[in-house]
């Protein structure tokens, strides 16, 4: 998912967003090059660090035997034209979680991109494995509702530089991992019109309490999407069909204590 923004005033931002059907959050700033005040033809000497841009990713690593690890992918490249070497920093805020990255550093040739793996998972083995003591278990409890924010930051080797000695920040991102119940659409159907379902926590399929659904519809013509929010009532949900679409998909927006889910796509046509 995307956002851009624009600068309205000095102080405030303004924008539009629409929902995309996969990917991160991304928000992408720039401002305009600087003049002297009174004297515009004095200008920056370069626009090169105008631009900012952060990226962002939350997900849930679900409870069941065992919690599951969510797989996730970057991408790295290497700006320069000669091949170099990166390296990759990470840190985790929440020790009841672990995050596993596939390299600790590669080479890229001249303007090589790379994707690199990672994972990430709740592991709660600090509050359950009789090895650690009570007073251990006590200490660590305190996290086990928190979410688990992790950094990511890579370095870059200047290749110009012999012997190489210098490493420069190249980028990062962060990404929230949070837990819950593992949830699932226990039923997804469409009868006279009417979407109907109904979502269920998977340990003993019982209806969820709380969160949002959202429908995703997509329209027959321009094969563009229309997102709807639909109340839910002890996890049962009912929606209108959507004139001219040609099918329908739901996502699960957890409350507290459940993990989010989405629902197979349904075909309205």
């Known amino acids: 998912m ?99 990255l596939k390299h600790g550093w590669v080479f890229l040739d001249p303007g090589e991109a790379k994707d690199i793996e990672m994972m990430f998972e709740y592991a709660p083995d600090l509050l359950t494995n009789d090895m650690y003591s009570d007073e251990l278990k006590l200490k660590y409890k305190e996290f086990e509702k928190k979410e688990n924010n992790v950094d990511v930051t890579a370095y870059i080797e200047n290749p110009y530089d012999n012997p190489h000695h210098e490493i420069q920040k190249l980028g990062g991102m962060q990404v929230q991992v949070l837990t819950g119940r593992a949830t699932k659409f226990e039923t997804f159907y469409l009868q006279d019109g009417i979407i109907n379902g109904i979502i269920v926590a998977v340990d003993q399929s019982e209806p969820v309490k709380g969160g949002k659904l959202i429908l995703r519809h997509t329209h027959r013509k321009t094969h563009t999407f229309e997102y709807q929010e639909v109340e839910l009532d002890n996890g049962k949900f009912t929606a209108q069909r959507k004139d001219m679409t040609t099918d329908v998909k739901a996502f699960y927006l957890p409350s507290e204590g459940y993990g989010d889910c989405e629902s197979k796509t349904l075909d309205v046509d």
């Open 2 to 100: 995307s956002a851009k923004f624009q600068v309205s005033d000095i102080s405030a931002f303004t924008s539009e967003w629409i929902p995309q059907t996969g990917g991160h959050y991304c928000i992408s700033v720039r401002i305009q090059d600087y003049q002297v005040p009174g004297f515009p033809d004095i200008k920056e000497l370069s626009n090169q660090n105008n631009h900012a841009q952060s990226n962002y990713d939350r997900f849930y690593s679900t409870t069941s035997s065992p919690p599951s690890r969510e797989i996730k992918t970057i991408e790295v490249g290497n700006p320069f034209n000669l091949r170099t070497r990166i390296w990759f920093v990470v840190s985790n805020s929440n020790p009841l979680y672990r995050t596993y």
